[in-house]
Each structure stands twice: as C-alpha cells, then as structure tokens.
C-alpha cells in the first residue's frame, strides 16, 4: 500500500508464518518488477523479480504474483524469520529511454518471536 | 569482486554549503544509478548514466544538484547550497547493462544532515 508521510506501512507475523506484502503499481506500460528487501542501514537488496509476460515467479521461500488487470503485485514470504525483518519495496521498470526504478514507499515487516 | 561502494557513510554540513558525494559501481557495469530517500520513504530517482551516452538528468530536484561521471567507473553526485530538506540518504545503484530487466545493486548509501 501507500504511504503518507513518514508512516511506513507495517506488517507483523509470528515466526513462522507465512507473511503477504502487497503493492499497488502505477504504470500501465511497465514491463519488469522487482521486489527489494533494506534492512536498517544498508542499501536494498535485490530479492525477486518478474517480467509483464508472467503471472507468478517462485525462488527460495519467496513467491511474487502479478496481477496485471488491477496492476497490483504481491510478495509471499514462506515460514517467515527473524532476519526476515526490514522494509520491503516493490519497483517497477518501465520500457522507455531510460531504465529508472520508480519504487514505491515500503511495507515495513516485523517479525514476532 | 566488491560491490557498489560508496563515500562518505555519513555526512553532516552546514546550509550553504556545497557537498559531494561518491560512488564506485561494480567494475564492468555500465549503467549507473542515483536516487534519494528520505525518511520513511521509498526511494526517488536522480539521475542515470549509460556508458557514454548523455546522461538523464530527468529527477533532478534543482539545478543546485549536479552529477558526473568518468567513463564507466566513478561518479561524483554534487548538491550546492545545500538546503535543510536535501537530508536524507542517497543511494547509488550499477547494473551491467541498462536493456531492460537488469539487476540494479545498491551500494550502502551516503546519509546526509544539512543543519
């Protein structure tokens, strides 16, 4: 979802369980989106991704699913961990000149002992 | 090899002043990245280089913002007069190529305070 202001966001499961970050995307005409992780501190990570012609793409307890028609995108975190904790951000790439990441404002994740 | 780099991790200046920040991409990646987080927030983009194409300066917030970079290696990111509202982290990001698709790596960021 949006942020307004500071106000992240915020998602809290228990250890675990599975966790589902959602995200609303803008652009009709993107083409490749790409889930980030950024842990405190620290640049984003690079977590998974998935082109237009896709409507889901699983990795290592990560799945994302797209849903092109109401341009909405979803991260499925499977037994989530304690290192799982951070803010999660969706990006999407639109096909133009320039290759920019327009990302957007972050779901921030907790994970609960 | 090493990832994104960046210098320095922290920065704390005066309003007025001007300052630059670094980064170093992955050697051989020709694409190169700058965006702005504030607080809280996502990340906005700056500005993008690709190899010796002109670069897109499109997210500039003003013209108090400049960037260069030295062929496909460093890239300097220089903020003038700096203003209380340019705190925030700035991140640089490299890709290998920018085709579409490309994985961007971040490098740590530089967290600026403009007092």
């Known amino acids: 979802g949006e942020s307004v202001g500071l106000h992240l966001p915020t998602l809290s499961v228990q250890e675990g369980d599975n966790s589902i970050i959602n995200c609303a995307y803008s652009?009709?005409?993107?083409?490749?989106f790409i889930w980030y992780k950024q842990e405190s501190g620290k640049g984003p990570q690079f977590i998974i991704d998935i082109r237009s012609n896709m409507d889901k793409r699983q990795g290592q307890r990560v799945t994302v699913l797209l849903n092109k028609t109401v341009k909405h995108l979803s991260l499925q975190i499977a037994a989530t961990q304690p290192g799982d904790s951070a803010v999660y951000f969706c990006a999407e790439n639109m096909r133009g000149s320039a290759r920019q990441l327009t990302f957007g404002s972050g779901t921030q994740l907790t994970v609960l002992p | 090899g090493a990832g994104v780099s960046q210098s320095p991790s922290n920065k704390v200046t005066e309003k007025g002043k001007d300052v630059e920040l670094r980064c170093d991409p992955i050697?051989?990646?020709?694409?190169l990245y700058w965006y702005r987080q504030r607080l809280g927030q996502g990340l906005e983009f700056l500005i993008y280089?690709?190899?010796?194409?002109?670069?897109?300066k499109s997210g500039l917030p003003s013209d108090r913002f400049s960037a260069e970079r030295t062929g496909e290696s460093v890239s300097t990111l220089t903020i003038q007069r700096t203003q209380q509202e340019d705190s925030a982290v700035y991140l640089c990001?490299?890709?290998?190529?920018?085709?579409?698709?490309?994985?961007?790596?971040f490098g740590p960021g530089t967290r600026l305070t403009v007092l």
């Open positions: 050697s051989g990646h020709t694409a």
């Open positions: 280089f690709q190899g010796n194409s002109a670069p897109d």
């Open positions: 652009n009709s005409a993107s083409d490749y």
């Open positions: 990001a490299s890709s290998l190529a920018s085709g579409g698709g490309d994985e961007q790596f």
